[in-house]
């Protein structure tokens, strides 16, 4: 089954085969977005900052805190973009439903899929397609990634200069990144489409992601060229 859900600025569709762990991942989503909220009321700097953001010392949500004390979701966040030196609200999408997917897993899940905006978390038990949208690309929802069974969590990110409101420096149509993190696939998408400028840029476009462990592979995707990095699952034609 295949459900969409909407909380505030966030809307997914979430994709299991059975009802209740559709309701866990909305839970989590819920809960996650509650903690990253309330640490943006004392930290306004983390939401708009384009940078690498620095956590010194002690902070204080609420009250007085350790480093290591930090929402998990915060966290998560603030590693994933580092890597990249770009702002933490490059990895919301994808660390929101690396948590949902998690959560449905724990429950017992063994088919989950949680897609937040093009950017998304799944372990399947069988072979599924994940399209890529590639804005007026000739490429754009003709192609998908052809997906084997895993047990381990799978990050599928797409970012885009072309496509949608989200800040890029970048004009790729779509740059896709696959990691076992989502989190860490959404900062890199963003890398990633921040380095595509135009056509002559692509090649070196990877070299912005292709020194960070964990990371499997990458595909950038500018007006009539598609390039490919890494260990990317099978191109298929959908249409």
């Known amino acids: 089954m295949k459900e969409s859900f909407r909380l505030k600025e966030t809307f997914v569709w979430i994709t299991a085969d059975e009802k209740r762990y559709v309701?866990?991942?909305?839970?989590?989503?819920?809960?996650?977005?509650?903690?990253?909220?309330?640490?943006?009321?004392?930290?306004?700097?983390?939401?708009?900052?384009?940078e690498r953001y620095q956590i010194k010392g002690e902070v204080?949500?609420?009250?007085?805190?350790?480093?290591d004390e930090l929402p998990?979701?915060?966290?998560?966040?603030?590693?994933?973009?580092?890597?990249f030196g770009i702002g933490p609200m490059s990895a919301v999408a994808g660390t929101l439903a690396e948590f949902a997917v998690e959560a449905m897993q724990d429950a017992g899940a063994t088919y989950a899929m949680v897609d937040n905006g093009g950017d998304i978390a799944l372990i399947t038990d069988r072979e599924v397609?994940?399209?890529?949208?590639?804005?007026?690309?000739?490429?754009?929802?003709?192609?998908?990634?052809?997906?084997?069974?895993?047990?381990?969590?799978?990050?599928?990110?797409?970012?885009?200069?072309t496509v949608g409101h989200s800040i890029s420096f970048g004009t790729a149509d779509a740059a896709t990144v696959i990691s076992t993190s989502a989190s860490l696939s959404d900062a890199a998408a963003t890398a990633l489409c921040n380095a595509v400028t135009d056509e002559q840029s692509i090649k070196e476009a990877f070299h912005a992601i292709n020194r960070v462990e964990s990371i499997e592979g990458a595909l950038a995707i500018y007006k009539d060229v598609l390039a490919t990095w890494g260990k990317v699952p099978e191109i298929v034609k959908t249409k």
């Open 129 to 161: 397609l994940v399209g890529i949208h590639a804005g007026e690309s000739q490429f754009s929802n003709k192609i998908a990634l052809r997906v084997k069974p895993s047990s381990s969590l799978i990050g599928i990110c797409t970012s885009s200069g």
């Open 23 to 50: 309701e866990i991942a909305k839970e989590e989503i819920t809960r996650r977005r509650r903690e990253l909220e309330r640490f943006v009321r004392w930290h306004p700097y983390f939401l708009v900052t384009l």
């Open 60 to 67: 204080e949500v609420g009250g007085t805190i350790e480093k």
């Open 72 to 83: 998990e979701v915060v966290r998560r966040m603030i590693d994933a973009a580092g890597k």
